[in-house]
């Protein structure tokens, strides 16, 4: 049993709790008769809260409001002191009788309350009694005006205490007032920071702790937040095995916030995750962050944390179907609509909505009630958390029959009342709680229902027998196939552009102006009462999230990683390269390799095509195809090379024979590129003359240029050409020394889209996961681009330029850079795995030889290296 049984939380959300008195109360003048008790009394800016010792008895609340007298009882002897207080009141209320959570109950009574100081000086406690009483009769904007100089005032003579640090020696760099924020209550305090210690020391006695601290080497996380629409809050994650893992701090200004954001995040002790949304997007769909994971990242990215109701944490209605016995999560039926609002599923509902919508003055809303609220949020949760509800509704539950008692009537009713629009909260998706908010595990009396049930656990759906198999049910729906599919959809509607503006109108998502991030600006509201009443709105209607995304998000893959992400999946380690040859035939830069069989191929600046055998270790041919540098090469068949040259022309080299077969000009400007697509054979070409050409009649002898497909034309110069397959259909992909990639489609030859993702020419492409493309340029910097939206999901800038890629079609990413550096990447995880220094100078190419699980690179250094593939143990 808790040692107190007084927190905040049996005050009005927002009030504070000033002072605590050692005493006696009593309703009699006299000790000796009446009601006597021993305990504490709390000072609080809206009332008087007495907690007697023994917690067979009440709390005793006396609101300010309903007190018409407060005095000091005089002494029957004249010049004698009696140090005592009489609170007459008018009505009062107890609470928490023998420990047990109820309905407060309401005594509607005069009583008189006497209260005997055991320590404290009674003229002292009565002229701050009396000053709260006063504030009491004011207006809410007046009342919380003068309280909030009653508190200035105090936190003006409090210095933070350095007795509490650890070490005595320490620096203070900034000492702040802030305030600590839990799920409707707020703990004023000073916050001072040292070099390897943050601090927190609360105003009152209230908290476990007299001081809170978190070391800056555990911090692991750190957000800014919105807390009642301004930027004043930052919520710190340290490590779950540190003394304080979590805090969620407000300030009293924007400025201080970002004041002590900025030490935290220079200073050389704080050692931050780095988690980029890219990357998580990234990760999510490439299936290794699970849908709820990456739900619950974007709430904390946008604002949502579980310590602030007005902006918890919000989670879709997935299932549609709460009457069946069994779930058919492969029926489509089963599922919501992910693509509407909960207030536009039912067209009749939506139609009287609009016609309303359509009468109203600007500001315009569709809809009069938010999907996240605090009372919403509680409505789920009062099993979990009764105690939050009793502190929101004025030591009250609701009525029983709106109470949340079934999941299919609470379905229903968010799809036809006219009023009622909620989404989840994440805890219906929580496995590891078990479905625990969903039972009366407390015993609490809710009262009886309308046919004279009482209210008890929440009814599920015929398909759950037990509350831990209904979350289970549900989350295993969050991570269907359906549900991944569609999830970007509702992402859009939450978190991104169809939040707000002209598409959230189209999408019928329209709520109170009031509740959209950056609508209103409190600093500029100056008149007490308008302030207020936004300060109230804000708590009660909800708030929409802050907006992540602009453009349409990316759809999630169909690939999924089942097992857990953990640096001891052999998958996701990185690959030991073994350099088992170096091969220096070339007098110039080598532009191009690859390795057929035993035999490395490979064309340099010098404009000569080199070929080495492995096995015999030494040069088998050697010839010099033009007086102009060789770009590329490609195996055509198993014994022909195409070469591409600066001189225009693409050579057809016999490697068994060693002779040119044939040469034709290919372009107007030097050849820059060249791809061998083995299904169609197909030979693809860029030119600096800004032309793709597709080649079908290469290997017959005479018949390349009869053989010619398609040609696109580009502005820029081509500098690198891959494809890819959609429905059976190719595309050729280009990239051009503009920064554009141009997507084209072979068989009506038309240019499907094109999208510019660098400002430098880019310098290798590949078409990977999810109709994806990864791109590199050569400022260094490698972008994701999604080619369903045309949006780049992520970019890394490389700290030096990048030169060259190679893609193993699964997961890895080789970068060749212009240090010589060859980078590895997982491109599922999104995480470099590591770095080898492979060359003394830029690698032009790297190529990867499946068979002989061997990579090959070329140099401006003149080398060509090969590497075997050897798994980390």
């Not at 909960?342 to 009630?369: D, I, Q, T």
Request: aromatic share 10%; charged share 25%.
């Amino acid at each position: 049993m808790n040692k107190s049984r007084f927190s905040m939380l049996v005050l009005e959300p927002g009030e504070i709790y000033f002072e605590d008195y050692s005493c006696i109360m009593n309703t009699q003048e006299a000790k000796t008769s009446g009601l006597c008790r021993i305990g504490h009394l709390k000072l609080c800016s809206k009332s008087l809260v007495f907690e007697p010792r023994e917690w067979i008895y009440p709390l005793t609340k006396l609101h300010f409001k309903d007190c018409s007298e407060i005095s000091i009882v005089k002494a029957l002897v004249e010049n004698d002191t009696q140090n005592i207080i009489k609170v007459k009141m008018k009505q009062y209320s107890e609470m928490l009788e023998e420990n047990i959570i109820a309905p407060y109950r309401f005594k509607y009574e005069n009583q008189n309350f006497y209260f005997y100081f055991d320590f404290a000086s009674a003229e002292e406690c009565l002229c701050q009694m009396q000053q709260l009483q006063r504030a009491s009769t004011l207006h809410a904007p007046e009342h919380n005006s003068m309280v909030a100089t009653i508190l200035h005032s105090r936190y003006m003579r409090m210095v933070f205490d350095p007795v509490m640090m650890e070490d005595f020696t320490e620096k203070i760099v900034c000492e702040l007032q802030a305030e600590k924020i839990s799920p409707l209550v707020r703990h004023q305090g000073k916050l001072a920071l040292t070099p390897t210690i943050l601090y927190f020391q609360p105003f009152s006695n209230i908290e476990n702790s007299p001081i809170f601290k978190l070391r800056l080497e555990d911090m692991r996380k750190m957000y800014k937040r919105r807390f009642l629409l301004r930027q004043v809050g930052l919520e710190i994650y340290g490590e779950k095995e540190s003394l304080m893992s979590h805090i969620y701090l407000t300030f009293p200004s924007e400025d201080q916030r970002d004041k002590i954001y900025e030490i935290l995040e220079q200073s050389p002790n704080v050692k931050l995750e780095r988690g980029h949304i890219e990357e998580m997007t990234l990760q999510w769909q490439n299936g290794v962050v699970s849908n709820y994971d990456y739900l619950l990242y974007l709430n904390c990215l946008a604002d949502r944390s579980k310590n602030d109701l007005t902006q918890y944490p919000v989670f879709p209605w997935v299932i549609a179907d709460y009457t069946s016995d069994v779930l058919d999560l492969s029926n489509v039926d089963t599922f919501r609509d992910l693509s509407k609002p909960m207030g536009a599923l039912n067209p009749e509902r939506l139609e009287k909505l609009k016609e309303r919508y359509n009468e109203m003055n600007e500001p315009k809303f569709l809809y009069g009630s938010h999907y996240s609220a605090p009372g919403l949020v509680l409505f789920y949760l009062v099993r979990k958390y009764p105690r939050y509800m009793l502190c929101l509704q004025n030591g009250k539950f609701d009525h029983p029959d709106r109470m949340f008692n079934s999941v299919r009537d609470v379905y229903n009713n968010c799809l036809r009342n006219m009023s009622d629009f909620k989404e989840l909260v994440p805890e219906f998706y929580d496995t590891s709680a078990k479905g625990d908010f969903l039972v009366n595990k407390y015993e609490i009396d809710f009262g009886e229902r309308y046919d004279g049930s009482k209210v008890h656990d929440v009814a599920l759906p015929p398909w759950a027998r037990t509350p831990e198999e209904f979350v289970s049910i549900l989350r295993e729906a969050l991570e269907s196939e359906y549900v991944s599919r569609h999830l970007h959809l509702w992402i859009d509607l939450i978190f991104g552009y169809k939040q707000r503006g002209k598409e959230a109108e189209l999408a019928n998502n329209v709520f109170h102006h009031v509740c959209y991030e950056g609508s209103v600006d409190l600093e500029c509201v100056y008149d007490m009462n308008d302030r207020h009443a936004l300060e109230v709105q804000i708590m009660e209607f909800g708030q929409v999230p802050k907006q992540l995304f602009t453009k349409p998000h990316v759809r999630r893959g169909a690939q999924t990683v089942n097992k857990p992400l953990s640096q001891s999946d052999s998958e996701f380690r990185a690959v030991k390269l073994e350099c088992i040859d170096t091969i220096g035939l070339h007098k110039e830069d080598v532009n191009c390799v690859l390795r057929e069989g035993s035999r490395i191929i490979s064309v340099g600046k010098d404009g000569t095509l080199k070929v080495y055998d492995m096995v015999q270790g030494k040069q088998m041919r050697s010839i010099v195809l033009s007086s102009t540098p060789l770009s590329s090469c490609v195996m055509v068949d198993e014994n022909t090379v195409a070469a591409g040259s600066w001189d225009n022309e693409i050579y057809l080299y016999n490697v068994e024979y060693g002779r040119v077969v044939e040469s034709f000009r290919a372009h107007d400007d030097s050849v820059s590129c060249l791809l061998w697509i083995d299904k169609e054979h197909f030979l693809i070409s860029g030119g600096w003359d800004g032309v793709v050409r597709v080649w079908g009649n290469v290997g017959k002898i005479g018949q390349a240029l009869r053989g010619l497909k398609a040609e696109f034309d580009h502005d820029g110069k081509i500098t690198t050409v891959t494809y890819r397959y959609q429905r059976f259909e190719l595309h050729v992909i280009a990239g051009t020394s503009d920064g554009e990639v141009f997507i084209w489609d072979l068989a009506s030859r038309e240019l499907m889209n094109k999208v510019r993702i660098h400002s430098s020419p880019v310098c290798g492409a590949s078409y990977a996961l999810s109709d994806s493309i990864i791109t590199v340029s050569e400022d260094g910097d490698m972008y994701v681009t999604d080619l369903s939206v045309l949006d780049s999901v992520y970019h890394k800038r490389m700290t030096e330029a990048t030169s060259s890629l190679c893609w193993d079609g699964v997961s890895t990413l080789w970068l060749g850079d212009s240090a010589g550096t060859l980078l590895q990447w997982n491109m599922i995880t999104v995480t470099q795995l590591a770095e080898h220094k492979a060359h003394s100078d830029l690698i032009t190419c790297i190529y990867l030889d499946v068979i002989s699980n061997t990579l090959v690179t070329a140099s401006k250094d003149r080398t060509v290296k090969v590497w075997r593939l050897v798994k980390s143990s």
